[in-house]
Structure formats: structure tokens, C-alpha cells
């Protein structure tokens, strides 16, 4: 199983990015994919670290949005290429981040997700992840 994120880069402030999750070796309408994100200085907390900023269900599309990126990011699932996009616009300097992709079978989605979001803890498989940085 595994994960693989693109998309990252340098983008001026108000500028936007797509962020690819491009899986394998799980069936993709089983589980959700939640993008999370880290501040770069903060690497020694690994992964566990990071914050939720969205997250979509392949089972019902059902999704959520962190407060801080309503309105901005954009979260969608092809199921033919069994790949999450996250689009970002109107990007910010605080949006600078590594961003992470995970998953997590739907049947351990704790309720409350669409509106709390999801932990860290909870996921299943991560991947690498791929930089944004957005320049003031």
C-alpha cells in the first residue's frame, strides 16, 4: 500500500497550486484520503505533528474542511485513477507547509469526522509528502 503526493512548489501569495495523492494497493472506495499539513521547521515531530486541513470519503464522498481553508481549498476523487486532488487557491504564507496524504478504511471513521476532522493517530498509511511554499 501506498500514497505518493505531487503538486508542491513556490507560488507567490494569492496564487494556487493542485496537490496530487496518488494511491495503490488498496481498494480506493473502501477508505478516505485526508490530506494533513506541517510547518517545514517542525520535521522532528514527524507526521504525528501535523494538522488536518482536508479530507474526502471514496465510500460516500463526504468531506471535511479545517476552518482555516474553507472557502480556498478544494478536495476531490477520481476513482478511475485512484487519486485525491487538493487545489489550492488564494494561497497564503501561513499555508507553507509539507503536505501529507493518508489513509483510513471508512469503517474506523470515527463520526464526528466531517465536522472535527481526523487525527493523525487514526490513519492508516502516509506518504511522503511534498512542499508548498507561498512567498508574501
Known amino acids: 500500500r501506498c500514497s505518493l503526493e505531487s503538486g508542491g512548489g513556490l507560488v507567490q501569495a494569492g496564487g494556487s497550486l493542485r496537490l496530487s495523492c496518488a494511491t495503490s494497493g488498496f481498494i480506493f472506495d473502501d477508505y478516505a484520503i485526508a490530506w494533513f499539513r506541517q510547518d517545514p521547521g517542525r520535521n522532528r515531530e514527524g507526521v504525528m505533528g501535523?494538522?488536518?486541513?482536508?479530507?474526502?470519503?471514496?465510500?460516500?464522498?463526504?468531506?471535511y474542511y479545517a476552518d482555516s481553508v474553507k472557502g480556498r481549498f478544494t478536495i476531490s476523487s477520481d476513482k478511475a485513477k485512484n487519486t485525491v486532488y487538493l487545489q489550492l487557491n488564494n494561497l497564503k504564507p501561513e499555508d507553507t507547509a509539507v503536505y501529507y496524504c493518508?489513509?483510513?478504511?471508512?469503517?474506523?471513521?470515527?463520526?464526528?469526522?466531517?465536522?472535527?476532522?481526523?487525527?493523525?493517530?487514526?490513519?492508516?498509511?502516509w506518504g511522503k509528502g511534498t512542499l508548498v511554499t507561498v512567498s508574501s
Open positions: 501535523s494538522q488536518g486541513v482536508s479530507a474526502i470519503s471514496n465510500y460516500d464522498g463526504a468531506k
Open positions: 493518508a489513509n483510513i478504511w471508512t469503517g474506523g471513521l470515527n463520526p464526528s469526522w466531517l465536522t472535527a476532522g481526523l487525527e493523525p493517530g487514526a490513519m492508516s498509511w
